[in-house]
């Protein structure tokens, strides 16, 4: 089997849109959530605080290519040109059948969507529909797009599955090295803020309602004073190589995907079971060759609902207990959806890198049905030889990666 490197990573976020920007916003525990007026003239929606991302130049892509992207895949884009960059890949290796992506989304474009639905309504007919609509709306609008403006031949892989989505593109593309199929691939996830999102998560009282005037207050991830999670946007990219070939290239290497696993609760559609969330993790240390007490941080999904961190929080109490340091990033960038696994895949990056485990951001009072485990709530500066970070999605689709910093000893 081949050992999976990591050479390139790339970001766009509420709180950062370069790898330096991410790691201050993390450790200076700067939030990224803010207050978005336009939806206050949303009827009936009690939700209007999200995490937004700005500053990023979409000019960047190419016209011809940008023309059929929504603004996710714009997103999903610009973070792959800056993790390609960072790997050092040239365009040869990029756009050869020895490349191949594996990217996805919740759904296609929001924001295309209402527009193709109000034309609809206001026209009773398809005369305002565009031909590169559909390229917007589709499931696989990012990988599509990706792999078209990057004009890769290999695999295309396109996980859509809310939360955990990015977390089995990365493992998917880890499966594929390890066997032998692609050198490398081009890993990671997007989605885009719309008012919709926050309309669902509302009606399933999974929404954060109550700090409104306080938005950098929530999400509270474990906190006894949680209300539900948080809606926001962006992109992340990682670059997975098999090390052999970015070792004779000279590439740096950031990291080592070393296990991975994916299962189903096979319960029930929206509530999480520790159960599941417990047998994915045990699967990702086998996947590893790892003992639980081989691991130094575990970064956890933990969104900030009633249901979901309790059910986590049991399953990391069964797993080891008090033993292991835990903490949740999304305190920092609220819920990324389909973005969110390869986010919190780099942000375990750059506290590898930087020898710190960042806290839980918003964590004051630990509620008591999530107590028993080591929740971290100030800064701890360790050295991270080996950290699992997990993302359990609706349906009881679970996802959990085992990385390793650097490379020098396989596990």
């Known amino acids: 089997m081949k050992r999976v490197a990591i050479t390139g990573m790339g970001i ?48 960047r892509i190419n016209r011809k290519d940008r023309r059929t992207m929504g603004s996710m895949a714009i997103m999903a884009a610009l973070s792959t040109l800056d993790a390609i960059f960072m790997s050092g890949l040239d365009e040869k290796i ?10 996805g989304s919740t759904t296609g474009s929001g924001e295309i969507i209402e527009k193709t639905f109000n034309d609809f309504l206001r026209t009773g007919g398809i005369s305002m529909l565009e031909g590169t609509t559909f390229m917007k709306i589709m499931n696989h609008s990012v990988s599509a797009n990706v792999a078209a403006m990057l004009k890769t031949k290999g695999r295309v892989i396109s996980p859509c599955c809310a939360c955990a989505t990015s977390t ?40 954060s309602k109550n700090f409104g005037d306080f938005p950098l207050r929530t999400p509270r991830p474990f906190d006894a004073a949680r209300d539900g999670l948080v ?42 079971k520790t159960e599941g969330m417990l047998r994915c993790m045990k699967g990702a240390l086998e996947s590893a060759g790892c ?62 890198e930087h020898n710190v485990i960042i806290p839980t951001l918003n964590l ?17 500066n360790t050295p991270l030889n080996r950290v699992m970070t997990s993302n359990f999605a609706f349906g009881g689709i679970n996802a959990t990666l085992v990385l390793k910093n650097r490379v020098e000893n396989s596990c």
């Open 291 to 352: 003992g639980i007490n081989e691991i130094d941080y575990i970064n956890a999904h933990a969104t900030g609902t009633k249901l979901g961190d309790i059910a986590e929080a049991q399953a990391i109490k069964l797993l080891c207990s008090d033993t292991i340091p835990v903490s949740a990033t999304k305190g920092f960038t609220g819920h990324t959806l389909a973005a969110s696994g390869v986010m919190e895949t780099i942000f375990c990056l750059l506290m590898m």
């Open 168 to 207: 089995q593109a990365i493992g998917e593309g880890f499966e594929i090295i390890k066997n032998g199929y692609q050198n490398v691939m081009i890993c990671g996830g997007a989605d885009e803020l719309h008012h919709s999102t926050a309309g669902v998560f509302q009606v399933l009282h999974a929404a």
């Open 12 to 59: 766009i976020s509420p709180i950062g849109n370069t790898k330096e920007d991410v790691f201050n916003s993390l450790l200076n525990n700067r939030s990224g959530i803010e207050p978005i007026k336009s939806w206050e003239r949303i009827k009936d929606l009690k939700v209007h605080i999200a995490g937004r991302c700005k500053g990023f130049d979409t000019k």
């Open 94 to 103: 990029i756009s050869s059948s020895d490349t191949g992506v594996a990217m």
């Open 231 to 272: 809606v926001s946007e962006g992109a992340g990219t990682i670059i997975l190589e098999e090390y052999e070939h970015a070792k004779n290239r000279g590439a740096t290497i950031f990291g080592e995907i070393i296990g991975y696993n994916t299962c189903c609760d096979g319960e029930h559609m929206t509530s999480p």
């Open 364 to 380: 004051e009072n630990i509620d008591p049905d999530c107590a028993g485990i080591f929740h971290v709530q100030k800064k701890i």
